[in-house]
């Protein structure tokens, strides 16, 4: 027998609390849908769909996308830095720190 519903999950994540709620929604529910029957909006008010980059297992997806069985619904959060620019400063930083080390190290011996 073919249910009429598919499961699929709706997950949002900051530092301190993360949540992943399991639902039941009719075949043909798209991304958006998933999200405000899930409730999530009302436990983490701080989203805003119309910022918040939404995906489905890592990748993002658009707001009207079907979903389909076992899907998860990713809410992201907004990048606090851009990654390749904390990397290069990463990366500056330990460059400096390794030349520095070597200069100590030459002045002991």
Do not use: C, H, W
């Not at 519903?5 to 709620?21: F, K, L, M």
């Not at 029957?37 to 995906?55: A, M, Q, T, V």
């Amino acid at each position: 027998m073919v249910s009429d519903t598919i499961s699929v999950e709706v997950a949002y994540a900051r530092p301190d609390e993360q949540r992943i709620i399991a639902l039941e929604v009719p075949q043909g529910t798209r991304v958006i849908e998933a999200v405000e029957k899930s409730g999530i909006l009302k436990l983490f008010p701080e989203i805003d769909l119309e910022k918040n980059k939404l995906g489905i297992f890592g990748k993002l997806t658009k707001a009207d996308t079907v979903l389909q069985p076992g899907d998860r619904v990713e809410i992201y959060r907004q990048l606090i830095a851009d990654p390749k620019e904390a990397r290069k400063k990463r990366a500056a930083e330990g460059k400096v720190m390794k030349k520095g080390a070597r200069e100590a190290n030459a002045r002991k011996g």
